[in-house]
């Protein structure tokens, strides 16, 4: 019973293509795990970037809202300090004018009583002294 040798040959041949193709399947699935684990690997990766950059991202917003608040305050408060010296000037100039018309009122005050006063005391000294002389003169008449 012995085999026939193109039987044997075309049974190797199957159990060739069969090994052949065993080995092509598993060189694919290898393959394509690889890939996958590529992908995994990049897909990780992209979170953990992904998670970085968002980070980074929020870090930066809260860094500039801080700085844009510090900005708006140092504009406050040199608008602020421009007031205060405007509103100081202003109250100053009051000061300064009210001063000055209370300096001009006193001058015509003294002014006018120095011709007031003055004139008064010489009618007053005039009187006086024509009295005495009508008296001197009643006496000596």
Same mark, same amino acid.
């Given at each position: ?15 060739? !293509?069969?090994?052949?193709? %065993? ?8 393959? !394509? ?11 990780? =990766? ?7 950059? %968002? ?15 510090? $900005? ?13 010296? %405007? ?15 209370? $300096? ?11 011709? $007031? ?6 009618? !007053?000294? %005039?009187?006086? =002294? ?12």
């Amino acid at each position: 019973m012995g085999a026939s040798v193109p039987a044997v040959q075309s049974f190797q041949m199957w159990r060739d !293509n069969a090994a052949y193709q %065993k080995a092509q399947k598993r060189a694919t699935q290898e393959v !394509n795990q690889a890939i996958m684990r590529a992908a995994m690997v990049f897909w990780r =990766d992209y979170h953990v970037y992904h998670a970085i950059k %968002k980070k980074k991202q929020r870090r930066a917003s809260v860094h500039r809202k801080r700085r844009e608040v510090k $900005t708006a305050k140092q504009m406050l408060e040199l608008w602020w300090e421009q007031m205060a010296w %405007k509103r100081r000037a202003v109250q100053l100039d009051c000061l300064l004018a009210i001063r000055r018309q209370r $300096t001009v009122l006193i001058a015509s005050l003294h002014s006018w009583m120095h011709a $007031t006063f003055d004139g008064l005391l010489l009618a !007053n000294a %005039k009187c006086h =002294d024509d009295l005495l002389e009508a008296q001197i003169h009643e006496v000596i008449s």
